[in-house]
């Protein structure tokens, strides 16, 4: 069954490059990134990790761990991450899953048959501490993600997390942000000490409160 927004996270073991992980307890109480790429040693999926790998820092200020799969086996992956390392000039420290029965991919519906009958898309799952469900994006095997895109919704669903605020196309971390229609404007003068600008009764920004 298909996993949707607010699902509860399906917990797992796994063979990984780090060794066996329970996927619960991997994260704690972080924030995760769980992302499927088609196979090893293929073109778009080394600079994939590689440059995930080179966000290593970014992910770790937010709180996040990151954690990879694909169908092939441990060997496979363990000979691969020294290519990427050296290709991208990075140092791939997270584990990588090797779901060769495919457990992980059925839990998380990576196989897209009538893509590929057997290697998982790129699929990536952004789990919140709670171990619900945050964010799902699906890509082709032919299109490398944007992981500055995942860095800037993650920004967007910390902060909302935490503030009745919601971010706008494009928005990027520093900017304003949108008070949600729930929050009354005499609340929100309350709420948001820094301002409001008020362009329509349902269209109110305010500075972002966390910076
Ligand atoms: C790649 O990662 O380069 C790739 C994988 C599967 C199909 C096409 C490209």
């Keep these: 069954m298909s996993l949707r927004l607010g699902d509860k996270a399906p917990n797992f073991t796994a063979q990984t490059t780090a ?17 499927s790429h088609p196979a090893d040693y293929t073109p778009v999926c080394t600079t994939e990790l590689g440059r995930t790998a080179l966000l290593k820092e970014e992910f ?14 441990l060997e496979k992956h363990e000979g691969w991450v020294n290519d990427i390392n050296e290709t ?6 997270f584990p990588l899953i090797a779901d060769e029965n495919r457990k992980v991919a059925e839990l998380y519906d990576m196989i897209h048959p009538n893509a ?5 898309v ?26 500055y895109e995942v ?9 909302t997390a935490q503030h009745s605020v919601a971010t706008p196309a494009n928005w990027q971390d520093g900017e304003d942000v949108i008070v949600v229609p729930s929050v009354s404007t005499i609340d ?8 409001l600008r008020i362009v ?3 269209l109110r920004y305010t500075p972002q409160p966390n910076k």
Aim: glycine letters at 6%; one cysteine or more; charged letters at 25%.
């Design 122 to 147: 790129r699929s990536l799952f952004v789990i919140g501490p709670d171990k619900t469900v945050k964010l799902m994006i699906t890509y082709p095997a032919s299109t490398g993600r944007n992981f």
């Design 200 to 202: 329509k009764p349902y």
């Design 151 to 159: 860095m800037r919704v993650i920004d967007s669903l910390q902060l």
């Design 19 to 35: 060794g066996e992980i329970d996927f619960y307890e991997y994260l704690g109480d972080s924030w995760g990134v769980l992302f």
């Design 88 to 93: 991208q000039a990075c140092t791939v420290d």
């Design 60 to 73: 770790a200020k937010r709180n996040v761990k990151v954690l990879a799969v694909s169908v092939d086996p």
């Design 116 to 120: 590929s009958a057997t290697a998982t």
């Design 188 to 195: 929100a003068e309350k709420k948001f000490p820094k301002g």
